[in-house]
């Protein structure tokens, strides 16, 4: 359901294991990414990621997982993986890691950077009182709620009538307004400060 809203014209399909998977086509596959929901334990994992990355059409990975240690995490990235999503992250932040995936880029999640790895992920999760809320403009608020929706650049530029130069000019501002370091983090904000909900599709 969360995934239906990256793309509405994007076919998705849920399988139970990779076996399913290399058996959905008598061609060959052609998936351009693989969300693999992992199991609480961890290790087994990674001879999956391992097969994942061996098959021929499988484009980009994303682990969404349990685990709260940065090191883990680590070790997921060093094998190749293009996103780890922790399990507690709210849906449009999920949206936005597979949108970035897709265009080419890499999620990694705060716990990597994180000093402290004892609080878990739900307590390394960006702080949402940000007081630069009530100090951008109208217009920037309008496009602080795209971002909370998961929206690209582009599609924002659309729905708002701006020029995409113009969408990048208010991001920016955004960012250094909120003091976030991404649009990832700017959309938590929106989520949870009440300025879009889940659900209200781009």
């Known amino acids: 359901m969360i ?10 399909v849920q399988l ?21 929901d992992t199991s609480p334990q961890f290790g087994r994992e990674m001879g999956v990621i391992t097969r994942l990355q061996d098959i021929e059409g499988i484009g980009s990975v994303i682990v969404v997982h349990e685990q709260n240690h940065s090191e883990i995490v680590r070790r997921y990235l060093d094998m190749g993986v293009a996103g780890v999503v922790p399990k ?4 449009p932040v999920l949206i936005s890691a597979v949108r970035l995936v897709l265009s080419g880029g890499r999620y990694v999640p705060d ?22 809320l009530d100090q951008l403009t109208r217009r920037q608020m309008d496009v602080l709620k795209e971002l909370g929706r998961g929206a690209s650049n582009q599609e924002i530029g659309t729905r708002l009538g701006i020029a995409l130069a113009t969408v990048k000019l208010h991001v920016n501002a955004i960012l250094n307004t909120l003091g976030v370091r991404n649009r990832t983090e700017a959309a938590i904000i929106a989520y949870r ?5 889940f659900g209200q599709g781009v």
């Not at 995934?3 to 998705?12: F, K, N, R, S, T």
């Open 3 to 12: 995934l239906q809203d990256v793309d509405p014209a994007a076919e998705i």
């Open 111 to 132: 716990v990597v950077l994180s000093k402290s790895e004892e609080s878990g992920f739900a307590e390394t999760t960006p702080v949402i009182d940000a007081p630069g």
């Open 16 to 36: 139970k294991s990779i076996e399913e998977l290399s058996g959905q086509n008598d061609g060959p596959i052609n998936a351009d990414l693989v969300v693999l």
């Open 193 to 197: 400060a009440g300025l879009t909900e």
């Open 88 to 91: 507690v992250t709210e849906p």
